[in-house]
């Protein structure tokens, strides 16, 4: 079959929409034969009842999406589901609650993209909520992990050898999370984990901002007494609430120290390498019975087989360019519970070539709604972004943004990833909000799409564009020349920061430096009528740090002045200032207004004092240090000229 992907294809919406309260989901499946299976928490209820939320699944038959449903696939009120291929079909897994009891609801397809979905023989055995499965491919055997009660005091393992009729294991209390292995109460950790199998070996994990980051290993389907446990992250106090000072180094100070939020990530290899990745955020306590999350940094943890610990992927990045990148990150920071900058990560692997891809979500500067982050109701708004790797996990590409949506007001989170690359496509599945947070935060019921992209190798840029500083600009000439100015032109460089134009009369006597942003400048009534005049480029690039030699110098003559005309001979000295600034007018200037206006607009209350005919100073001691327009009106025109007080 040949298969003809769309990109950032709505594939459904939701007014429910919380898909996840951490870990990554099973919502995204690419199938060999170049099919696409996809599934999310839904709901059309547009009441906080939510009366019709269960599992909602949509299915790409290699040319066309299905239309958007409406209904879950389960008889009854569900949530937090996820799909699993077993075999030749598929079951969705989700939680049901009934009196005071959770049990996993198991409704089964009949064949990969079927719409008839039948309740399995084991349906409601498996106690506990919030599911995460496995079932290793060409395979019937699904294993389920749930948290036992809300709030979670253990979680339980199960295990079906056909497809969820039976159970070969039921409810099995998974070992090495409780405070003797230095595990604090696990009340708090909804979704905080994941399971993936390969063979005989089984695969939890677990971790919350204040534990260790753990991964429990069986050799033996699950079987009780083939668990093992496996340090990914080590949190330095066991058993931690804040009750302690985190003081690392016993030096009396409060230390901060890097965790795992709990939104995590797992996926194992053909070869039995198992990765695991997590959002990394910072929390301190000064021992008084709390602790603190810092979101004042961004990263995303890797571990893979082999390792002593987990290294820290960088995906800081200074998005608004000022040297701060976190300045512009909004005040509120608790959406989607602990989420950090860089968040909710997916993966996937390529065995064709064994590239392992990453993505995940991260905050973007200056993108709340009230453009202004220290406001206490701002929130940032994140886009997906993803790199990959080439040799394991031991060096990334540089992070690429791959949707670009923030900086419009769309929030992009709770993304999947299908496990593994098919036909060097990276699929993935998110929701797309018109706000960051879900209505469990305050947020409005409203709807929300679910996309789909098959993203490509050229998406994920692993060489980021320089801006080429090497010689100036070229392409040089003027226009709109008349008596007084011109417009400058000169031709765009990728990426630059800005540029340095220097005018210059061809007589020498008169210089000028001045900045564009753009790669025009227009000087409305600056010139001196029928003289020539030069100008030349530099390149500025903020990035790199450097700046371009000027470029060739370009010549022209301003136009005789005409009849009437108010040509320009104003002079402003000192210039930079300080107390005093003097004015020197033309001789047809005499008898003009002198203003001085500050970069808003307001007109400032100085003192203009007459000191010769065509001399006029301007007393400026008492205004701030900053940058000043200066106005001279006379003979219906307007001379302007920016002077700079110090």
Same mark, same amino acid.
């Given at each position: 079959?040949? @298969? ?26 690419? $199938? ?10 839904? #709901?059309?209820? @547009? ?31 569900? %949530? ?42 084991? =349906? ?29 005091? @253990? ?150 087989? %082999? ?22 990150? %909004? ?16 993966? #996937? ?94 947020? @409005? ?30 392409? !040089? ?11 400058? $032109? ?15 009369? !061809? ?77 020197? !007018? ?29 001399? =006029? ?5 008492? !205004? ?15 001379? $302007? ?6």
């Amino acid at each position: 079959m040949c @298969a003809a992907y769309t990109q950032s294809t709505i594939i459904g919406t939701t007014t429910y929409d919380v898909q996840t309260n951490n870990g990554s989901k099973n919502h995204v499946i690419a $199938h060999d034969d170049g099919t696409i299976s996809a599934a999310w928490t839904g #709901s059309t209820d @547009a009441t906080s009842a939510f009366a019709d939320r269960g599992t909602f699944y949509n299915y790409y038959d290699g040319t066309d999406w299905g239309a958007y449903p409406t209904t879950r696939v389960e008889s009854v009120r569900t %949530g937090f589901g996820e799909i699993t291929r077993v075999d030749d079909h598929e079951i969705a897994i989700s939680h049901y609650f009934t009196g005071s009891v959770y049990t996993i609801q198991i409704f089964a397809n009949d064949a990969i993209g079927g719409t008839t979905w039948t309740e399995t023989a084991g =349906s409601d055995d498996v106690s506990g909520l919030w599911a995460f499965s496995d079932c290793p491919l060409g395979t019937d055997d699904v294993y389920i992990i749930t948290a036992n009660a809300n709030p979670p005091t @253990a979680l339980y393992f199960s295990r079906s050898d056909d497809g969820g009729e039976t159970w070969a294991v039921l409810n099995y209390t998974l070992p090495y999370l409780t405070s003797t292995e230095g595990i604090p109460s696990i009340g708090g950790a909804a979704d905080s984990y994941q399971i993936r199998v390969n063979g005989a070996d089984v695969y939890v994990l677990f971790g919350m901002v204040n534990s260790d980051l753990v991964l429990l290993h069986s050799d033996d389907y699950g079987n009780d007494g083939s668990w093992e446990s496996i340090t990914v992250l080590d949190f330095p106090y066991d058993n931690f609430t804040g009750a302690v000072q985190t003081d690392i180094d016993a030096d009396l100070v409060t230390d901060t120290i890097g965790t795992a939020d709990g939104y995590h990530e797992m996926l194992i290899t053909d070869d039995g390498t198992v990765h695991v990745f997590s959002g990394y955020i910072r929390l301190y306590s000064d021992g008084f019975g709390f602790y603190t999350l810092n979101f004042r940094a961004s990263g995303i943890w890797h571990w893979s087989s %082999g390792m002593a610990g987990a290294d820290l992927i960088d995906t800081e990045i200074d998005w608004s360019g000022d040297g701060n990148p976190y300045g512009g990150i %909004g005040y509120v920071t608790f959406n989607y519970r602990n989420a950090a900058v860089s968040s909710c990560p997916a993966a #996937s692997w390529d065995a064709s070539d064994g590239r392992l891809y990453l993505l995940y979500t991260m905050k973007i500067e200056y993108t709340d709604i009230y453009d202004d982050p220290l406001n206490f109701s701002a929130e940032s708004f994140r886009d997906l972004f993803g790199m990959y790797s080439d040799d394991g996990g031991s060096t990334w590409t540089t992070p690429e943004n791959l949707t670009n949506t923030a900086e419009s007001g769309e929030e992009n989170f709770f993304v999947c990833a299908s496990d593994r690359v098919i036909d060097g496509k990276v699929h993935a599945t998110w929701q797309q909000d018109d706000q960051p947070g879900h209505f469990n935060e305050g947020d @409005a019921i409203h709807t929300n799409n679910i996309l789909h992209e098959a993203f490509t190798e050229d998406d994920f840029a692993d060489e980021v564009p320089a801006c080429d500083a090497t010689v100036g600009p070229g392409g !040089l000439y003027a226009d709109g020349i008349s008596a007084t100015g011109a417009t400058l $032109h000169w031709d765009a460089v990728e990426l630059a920061s800005k540029y340095v134009v220097n005018i210059f009369r !061809l007589d020498a006597i008169y210089t000028k430096k001045t900045g564009s942003y753009t790669n025009s400048l227009t000087i409305p009534a600056a010139l001196i009528p029928e003289t020539t005049y030069g100008f030349r480029v530099k390149t500025v690039c903020y990035e790199e740090g450097i700046i371009s030699p000027y470029g060739p110098v370009y010549y022209f003559t301003t136009a005789p002045l005409k009849e009437g005309e108010f040509g320009q001979q104003i002079n402003v000295y000192p210039n930079p200032a300080q107390d005093i600034v003097n004015v020197e !007018l033309g001789d047809n200037q005499k008898g003009s207004i002198i203003e001085l206006y500050n970069m808003l607009g307001e007109k400032m209350n100085v003192t203009v004092t007459n000191v010769e005919e065509t001399i =006029s100073s301007i007393d400026v001691h008492s !205004l701030p240090s900053g940058t000043y327009l200066l106005k001279v009106t006379g003979n219906d025109q307007q001379i $302007h000229s920016r002077i700079v007080i110090e």
